[in-house]
Nanobody, 127 residues
Framework: QVQLVESGGGLVQAGGSLRLSCVVSGRTFSSYAVGWFRQAPGKEREFVAAVSRSGGIAYYADSVKGRFTISRDNAQNTVYLQMNSLKPEDTAVYYC????????????????????WGQGTQVTVSS
């Protein structure tokens, strides 16, 4: 059983920064590719960023490219999402998700590829 726990959400003013963390437990963390998704009120969940097992491949949604950075620390079983230059439209519940990957450089934006999900952490950006 793989468990994911997000933290680091909160209230921040526009232009500010937050760093989200996702701790993965239950299996060999380095065998899993991880992604971040978000869901704003009244909207469908959408892809934000993803990182491969190796950490060498990362994908970003166009809306966050250049502002957000995904990274992972396999020794700490943790994936991070550094969010800079936050905008009110970034307000959402942020979820991390994981899937077992046989390939060190595999990552995906596809939500249906992810097998394990966290409970989410709220990010609110005020204008």
């Amino acid at each position: 059983q793989v468990q994911l726990v997000e933290s680091g959400g909160g209230l921040v003013q526009a232009g500010g920064s937050l760093r989200l963390s996702c701790v993965v437990s239950g299996r060999t963390f380095s065998s899993y590719a991880v992604g971040w998704f978000r869901q704003a009120p009244g909207k469908e969940r959408e892809f934000v960023a993803a990182v491969s097992r190796s950490g060498g491949i990362a994908y970003y949604a166009d809306s966050v490219k250049g502002r957000f950075t995904i990274s992972r620390d396999n020794a700490q079983n943790t994936v991070y999402l550094q969010m800079n230059s936050l905008k009110p439209e970034d307000t959402a519940v942020y979820y991390c998700a994981a899937f077992f990957s046989a390939f060190p450089h595999e990552a995906t934006m596809r939500e249906d590829e992810y097998d394990y999900w966290g409970q989410g952490t709220q990010v609110t950006v005020s204008s």
